[in-house]
């Protein structure tokens, strides 16, 4: 990882409640789309692995400075697979309003002009 790149993750984790704390914008940003299918490849199937280095993969495409904007609906058809595929490997209490945004994500990104879109040509 590159120096200043984040904050330093380790200090950052509670070893008494087992559990991140202080946690920064970036650093949650950098954890989704980073170190999460890191972390967790040596202890999930190979499958759930699949499935959630497939959401880092969305995750560091929609938050690119360029994004192929042709591209936009198959990353929408893309998301909504995964939260299916999720849904079937995780109990539905891990499911709540904040996980349902992503469907959103690629539609408000058009439409409110959140992101930068560019078309490559």
């Known amino acids: ?19 991140l704390v202080g946690l920064k914008s970036h650093n949650c940003h950098v954890l989704m789309q980073q170190l999460l299918r890191v972390a967790i490849c040596s202890v999930l199937p190979q499958y759930v692995c699949h499935v959630i280095s497939r959401l880092c993969f969305f995750f560091n495409t929609i938050c690119s400075k360029i994004i192929d904007q042709t591209k936009l609906e198959e990353f929408q058809n893309d998301v909504v697979v995964i939260l299916c595929q999720l849904k079937m490997y995780f109990s539905l209490l891990f499911f709540d309003i904040m996980v349902h945004l992503m469907v959103h994500l690629i539609r408000e990104t058009l439409w409110f002009g959140l992101l930068k879109v560019d078309v490559f040509i």
């Open 1 to 19: 990882m590159l120096s200043g790149y984040s904050s330093n993750i380790q200090s950052l984790v509670s070893m008494k409640d087992l559990k």
